[in-house]
């Protein structure tokens, strides 16, 4: 009797300090829950479970502390980037100024031409720069607009001067198909990527498509301008990336890719067998 008295102990004593063990485990579980939800009390008990409860609580407000320090160092630099492209933008206006006022008077001289198509690229470079800040700060939000494809691709065809043996052909199923998102950053992604081909010497071509399944919509924009070197591709969408015979500034593409990911989207770029592929995905979900 005293053994099986000792052994229904010893099992009462096993349950017992498991079921503790499993509360204590919850009980830590809960903490980071309600950490992550800005609840920093920490229960004050004193078991072995004490120590980890008190690492667990510390490195978690290490991490808070850490990306608090991050966000506002991101925060100051978009707000240094915002004022260098205001800073350029007042010189540059100025300047243009002079120069349409040299042009009249030495029409002749191609000097002035030269600085004037640089003086427009530094002007479209801090409208970019000022771009790329609104973008990271999400001072504009996204709006959640129905917009028809066939009317976006127009939009972006017509802001832009597309050189003249370029021949565009839009299919027939962009006026089919529809997506939610912010109607004028979407057109300026189109319109990086439309310029991305047009860019090209080889290019003159440029096909737009679409088509539709129950889980994303896609909108397909191929060129015939020779496809991208296999060891570019994987590079095409960084920020300030380009290769060297392009003349842009290495962020159309980048750009593109973050306004398209901002409107619940995804982009991925591929050769075919004439050129370059960039496919949209705009997912139905929300």
């Known amino acids: 009797m ?4 000792w052994i229904i102990s010893l099992g009462l004593l096993y349950y017992f300090l498991e079921s503790r063990k499993k509360n204590r ?67 540059i206006t100025s300047m243009l100024f002079s120069i349409e006022n040299l042009e009249m008077d030495f029409s002749d001289n191609d000097d002035i031409g030269i600085l004037k198509r640089q003086l427009l690229r530094l002007n479209s470079l ?56 912010d109607f004028y950053w979407l057109a300026e992604a189109f319109i990086n990527i439309i310029k991305n081909a047009d860019n090209r010497p080889t290019c003159d071509k440029i096909v737009v498509s679409s088509y539709k399944n129950p889980l994303y919509t896609s909108l397909i924009i191929e060129d015939n301008g020779g496809g991208i070197e296999k060891e570019n591709i994987k590079k095409i969408f960084k920020r300030f990336y380009k290769t060297p015979d392009s003349n842009g500034f290495g962020i159309g593409l980048a750009m593109a890719k973050t306004i398209v990911e901002k409107n619940n989207g995804e982009i991925s770029v591929s050769n075919n067998d004439a050129g370059a592929r960039f496919e949209i995905k705009f997912y139905n979900v929300t």
């Open 2 to 5: 005293i053994y099986v008295f």
């Open 25 to 91: 485990i919850n009980e830590l579980i809960n903490l980071i829950e309600n950490m992550k939800n800005q609840n920093y009390k920490i229960p004050m008990k004193q078991d072995d479970f004490s120590i980890l409860e008190d690492k667990i609580y510390k490195l978690f407000i290490e991490i808070v502390e850490a990306k608090e320090t991050s966000t506002r160092n991101s925060e100051k630099q978009i707000e240094y980037l915002e004022d260098i492209a205001h800073q350029i933008k007042t010189p």
């Open 126 to 181: 801090s409208d970019i720069l000022l771009k790329l800040s609104s973008l990271d700060a999400n001072k504009d939000l996204m709006k959640k607009d129905e917009i028809r494809l066939d009317e976006l691709i127009d939009y972006a065809l017509d802001s832009l001067n597309l050189k003249k043996s370029m021949k565009v052909e839009k299919r027939t199923d962009l006026k089919e198909n529809s997506i939610n998102g």
